[in-house]
């Protein structure tokens, strides 16, 4: 018994068995190769109810960036939280606003001159996916 232990614990540690994928190369260019304030700006939101009805458009708005701090606002109220880091080759935030039903808590990865998020409402108990990108000047 233990020496099967012994061999299974083997094989599953050995640099032979599974090898995980390289991350992704930056785009050079990109806010992938950039640092936090760059994410600042005015971004084009489509919040995706998925019931069959047009997504909602928003500004989600980033006026400052840095370190891990960003001010900014989105769906109508500035952001009473957040946090932003670099995870991997992108940019991650987190952001807390209030609606009239309570806290909505915000998260999404900058991949590119794209944001893929998602917003949850919990006052309502709705959880919104969304995609933005940079809004032209």
């Given at each position: 018994m233990m020496r099967c232990f012994a061999l299974c614990l083997f094989a599953f540690a050995s640099p032979c068995?599974?090898?995980?994928p390289e991350a992704p190369k930056p785009v050079e260019g990109s806010l992938l190769d950039r640092n936090?304030?760059?994410?600042?700006?005015?971004?084009?939101?489509?919040?995706d109810y998925d019931d069959g009805s047009d997504p909602m458009e928003e500004e989600l708005v980033i006026s400052s960036?840095?370190?891990?701090?960003?001010q900014g606002g989105f769906?109508?109220?500035?952001f009473t939280q957040s946090m932003?880091?670099?995870h991997g080759q992108d940019?991650?935030?987190?952001?807390t606003t209030q609606d009239a039903d309570g806290p909505v808590?915000?998260?999404g990865r900058f991949q590119g001159d794209v944001i893929q998020g998602q917003s949850y409402?919990?006052?309502?108990a709705l959880l919104l996916p969304w995609t933005g990108y940079r809004a032209e000047n």
């Open positions: 068995a599974a090898q995980l936090a304030a760059d994410v600042a700006g005015t971004w084009r939101v489509a919040l960036a840095s370190g891990a701090n960003m769906l109508g109220s500035t932003l880091r670099k940019m991650v935030f987190f952001a808590y915000h998260s409402f919990s006052g309502r």
